[in-house]
């Protein structure tokens, strides 16, 4: 069996940034105790179908630095994980008091929400805490001795130049971040950031542009020293999400709390209720519980393994009954986006900022393995 993590989302949040499509609830007054209490007993009914204990723990959101630090304290001994455990923070929750709490809770890692050191692009972008304080937030992180910790950065934001994008990296790298986690700014439905640029008042950042700021950041990082080993995550040596490699590397995970996506050893996928008061009243219960079809399965598998810079394990394609047409792929491996390496399709140089499209056609390309089933060492 291999190793296992156990995602906990907890959907508070003080206000919804007008990009977010994420599953999130604004409420002053939100039932944070009843819900740690649905999410252990959603961990106690489906902890026999995990082997030992998880490796990794996350706590992501939502705002999960808004959860009162007893409470987190409880989840972190009931689930009880043997390494990695990460909190998403945002800046503002940054004090010396909550790094403090946090750390004695058993948090080993922090992800903060950083997104911007712009003040014009933090007031669009809607962020809560101040750009200026931010370097001395980050500051305070290391200060307090967590083994490790995370940035995020969104660029492509209506209006930013490259010349932004660099002071963005360049005080991002100040703080001696030891990984970073890198997002275009794009359109979701339903969000209030989609409704602007649909009305016209505001410009997506045209592909060029973002293509261009991309391979400046990937650039930048890497010179710095924080290796591309995802399409969108950079890291020092031995700071890598260990957690998030679960998802990357198609290993099994619990997805609990309100709306959570889970794989269980079995193969099965389960999702959680979206609505934390529905998931509050029965834990136990799933808007979804199924076990995907070879084909579902198969894409599942290239969704994850393809974003990640050890690539698809081919063996384990055809261990689902799967191979892929040599047409598309040999196309992608002339045209250098993908590399063969050691039985693994990788991404590689110009692949990279267009991971999607290559995707695409692989996904296009998933034929059924000829000559039937597929050989046990393949497995």
């Given at each position: 069996?291999?190793?296992?993590?156990?995602?906990?989302?907890?959907?508070?949040?003080?206000?919804?940034?007008?990009?977010?499509?994420?599953?999130?609830?604004v409420?002053?007054?939100?039932?944070?105790?009843?819900?740690?209490?649905a999410?252990?007993?959603?961990?106690a009914?489906?902890r026999?179908?995990f082997?030992?204990?998880?490796?990794?723990?996350?706590?992501?959101?939502?705002?999960?630095s808004?959860t009162?630090?007893?409470l987190?304290?409880?989840l972190v001994?009931?689930?009880?994980?043997v390494?990695?455990?990460?909190?998403?923070a945002n800046?503002?929750?940054?004090?010396?008091?909550?790094?403090?709490a946090w750390?004695a809770?058993?948090i080993?890692?922090?992800?903060?929400?950083?997104?911007?050191?712009?003040?014009?692009?933090?007031?669009?972008?809607?962020?809560?805490?101040?750009v200026?304080?931010?370097?001395e937030?980050?500051?305070?992180?290391?200060?307090a001795?967590?083994?490790?910790?995370?940035?995020?950065l969104?660029?492509a934001?209506?209006?930013?130049?490259?010349?932004?994008l660099?002071?963005?990296?360049?005080?991002l790298?100040?703080?001696d971040?030891?990984?970073?986690s890198?997002y275009?700014?794009?359109?979701?439905?339903?969000?209030?950031?989609?409704?602007?640029?649909?009305?016209g008042?505001?410009?997506?950042?045209?592909?060029?542009?973002?293509?261009?700021?991309?391979d400046?950041a990937?650039a930048?990082?890497?010179?710095a020293g924080l290796?591309?080993?995802?399409?969108s995550?950079?890291?020092?040596?031995?700071?890598r999400?260990?957690?998030?490699e679960h998802?990357?590397?198609?290993?099994p995970?619990?997805?609990?709390?309100?709306?959570?996506?889970g794989?269980?050893?079995?193969?099965?996928?389960?999702?959680?209720?979206?609505?934390?008061a529905?998931?509050?009243?029965?834990?136990?219960?799933?808007?979804?519980i199924?076990?995907p079809?070879?084909?579902?399965?198969?894409?599942?598998?290239?969704l994850?393994?393809l974003?990640?810079?050890?690539?698809?394990?081919?063996g384990?394609?055809?261990?689902?009954?799967?191979?892929?047409?040599?047409?598309p792929?040999?196309a992608?491996?002339?045209g250098?986006?993908l590399?063969r390496?050691d039985?693994?399709?990788?991404?590689?140089?110009?692949?990279?900022?267009?991971?999607?499209a290559?995707?695409?056609r692989l996904?296009?390309?998933?034929?059924?393995?000829?000559g039937g089933?597929?050989?046990?060492?393949?497995?």
């Amino acid at each position: 069996m291999s190793p296992f993590g156990v995602y906990v989302h907890l959907p508070w949040c003080r206000s919804r940034c007008p990009y977010c499509s994420f599953n999130v609830r604004v409420d002053p007054e939100a039932p944070q105790a009843a819900y740690a209490d649905a999410v252990l007993d959603q961990w106690a009914g489906l902890r026999g179908s995990f082997p030992d204990r998880p490796d990794t723990l996350f706590f992501g959101g939502g705002t999960p630095s808004l959860t009162p630090p007893p409470l987190l304290a409880r989840l972190v001994a009931a689930i009880a994980p043997v390494g990695e455990v990460t909190l998403e923070a945002n800046p503002e929750d940054l004090s010396p008091e909550n790094l403090d709490a946090w750390r004695a809770a058993g948090i080993t890692r922090l992800s903060v929400g950083a997104q911007t050191f712009s003040p014009a692009h933090a007031r669009l972008l809607k962020r809560a805490h101040s750009v200026r304080a931010l370097p001395e937030a980050l500051s305070r992180v290391i200060r307090a001795g967590f083994e490790s910790w995370s940035a995020d950065l969104i660029f492509a934001v209506p209006g930013q130049s490259l010349d932004d994008l660099r002071a963005d990296l360049d005080a991002l790298l100040s703080t001696d971040a030891p990984h970073a986690s890198l997002y275009g700014l794009t359109t979701h439905p339903g969000t209030a950031y989609t409704q602007a640029v649909r009305s016209g008042r505001l410009q997506e950042a045209p592909p060029e542009l973002w293509r261009d700021m991309y391979d400046l950041a990937t650039a930048t990082l890497e010179a710095a020293g924080l290796a591309r080993y995802e399409v969108s995550n950079f890291a020092r040596s031995g700071h890598r999400s260990r957690h998030n490699e679960h998802y990357w590397r198609a290993r099994p995970y619990a997805g609990l709390g309100a709306g959570a996506h889970g794989w269980l050893p079995d193969g099965r996928r389960t999702v959680g209720h979206a609505d934390p008061a529905a998931f509050i009243e029965s834990p136990r219960s799933w808007a979804s519980i199924e076990l995907p079809a070879p084909r579902e399965a198969a894409i599942d598998l290239l969704l994850g393994a393809l974003r990640h810079v050890d690539g698809v394990p081919l063996g384990r394609l055809r261990a689902l009954g799967f191979d892929l047409a040599p047409g598309p792929v040999n196309a992608l491996i002339r045209g250098g986006a993908l590399a063969r390496v050691d039985d693994h399709l990788r991404l590689q140089g110009p692949g990279w900022p267009v991971s999607d499209a290559a995707l695409l056609r692989l996904v296009d390309a998933l034929a059924p393995v000829s000559g039937g089933p597929p050989h046990p060492e393949t497995a």
